[in-house]
């Protein structure tokens, strides 16, 4: 009981941290650029529409995804978090830490903005179904991941940066249960929805 307790105080605690602020600052100039890019882009005959009704034509079945479809959701869930845990131990980790949490705003929001021009209205639905649900879930999660790396970096001492990023299991494992739950919906969920209107 007390362990998670402890998990929760170093939520709240990285969450009014200034480092906190600058990771929000950093995915929140990346969701801006992503913004104005994604609505500027040339539309290509409808190729996001496509992919996204080729990926509903295989898992609409109500069969399981497939062990490809699993691993690339997985990689492409955890592995921004596994970035971030990375890029921690070089130097300069505040400027990668940080330039990743914008390239990973960038990309939703971009992703979130093509769909819009490419579908129309059904782009907002596309978008809120297949990336906005989901994001609820990694974006705090990779931000107390990203704070977690910088605080570790930044307080570690004498001790080594893995064993002081060690003392935010907590946060970390609260973070890998998100990040979990947004490769679930991606995974089960969206297909199903995509397919309720022949997305």
Known sequence: ??????????????????????????????????????????????????????????????????????????????????????????????MWVGLLAALRGFLLAFSAAAALVESGWRGIYISVVSIGISAVFWIPALLLVCAAVLEAAQGRGKRGYFTALGRFGGVLGISAALLCGSALWRLLAVPVLLGLVGA
Not at 23 to 38: I, K, P, R, Y
Not at 56 to 81: D, H, I, K, Q
């Open 1 to 94: 009981m007390k362990r998670g307790m402890l998990s929760f105080s170093d939520v709240r605690r990285l969450r009014q941290s200034p480092v906190f602020a600058f990771l929000v600052a950093a995915l929140l100039c990346g969701v801006l650029a992503g913004s104005f890019t994604g609505m500027h882009i040339p539309q290509s005959a409808g190729s996001y529409a496509g992919d996204l009704a080729a990926l509903v034509a295989e898992n609409v079945t109500g069969e399981l995804p497939s062990l490809r479809t699993v691993m690339a959701c997985l990689g492409g869930t955890f592995g921004w978090a596994v970035g971030a845990v990375l890029l921690g131990a070089l130097p300069g980790r505040m």
